[in-house]
């Protein structure tokens, strides 16, 4: 029974909450108008003041750290004298963030065992495979000319295509022969329509025009490669680690439904206008 309980999430997340508390007593507040600085608190000064600057602060330095961090905390203690902590939009969202933060701890602990990660990565198997590639090359035609003129190139080349030559085009800034390129970026490079009708090209064969974001094109399909799985254990870690941030949306999805089990929630919504108050 107890291990059931220690392995509940939230569980995880009260006993972390507590000892962040714990660790905050470490400073206790003796009176409304006493401030203690302590070892604990210097140290970690120190250690700020070595990680921004690379090295140790002097005596003298140190003295300023904490005395600015006393300071601090004297105006800290007069503004929620006054009451400036109290419906902030700043700090109530510093506040949520540090709430979500604890909640992200929390999938951190826990890891998967080797059954539950297989059966996630399978799960999720289109995430975890190679980009489809393609290799062939193409032959520019462009659209800058008068109709008739196109229209006959536009032929020409397709007659050479049918009388087993290779055609020709025009010069554009971009490779003659592409290889194991991945479709994704051909995609983006020629435009969708272009990868999508490449890819359905029989092998070793002139085919065209295809029309991209730059004009025509025939084009030779010379191999193609389809999307296949990674092995688990090339990237085991990026799949913990999004098993990790699965887990944390569940947890604070679950979080977030008790949380509003403990409060009664009353909206009022404002009266359209027109209607009797």
Known sequence: MLTKIIKEPLTHF?????LIVLVAKEEPQVG?????VSAGRIDQLSNDFARRNERQPTQEELEIAVESFALNQVYLHQARKLGLNINDRVIDRRLRQKMEYLLDEMAILSTPDEQQLSLFYHQNIERYQTSATISFAQVYISNDRPEAEFTQLLATQQSRIKQGQIPTGDHI???ENYQDAPLDYIGKEF???FSQQLAKLPLEQWHGPITSSYGQHFVRLVQRQPKAPIPLANIKRKVILDWQYQQAQIF??????????EYEIEVRWPQSQGETP
């Open 14 to 18: 009260f006993l972390l909450a507590a």
């Open 32 to 36: 409304p108008q006493h401030i203690l």
């Open 173 to 175: 800034l971009l490779p």
């Open 191 to 193: 435009g969708l329509y």
């Open 252 to 261: 604070k999805q679950s979080y977030e439904q008790t949380m509003l089990q």
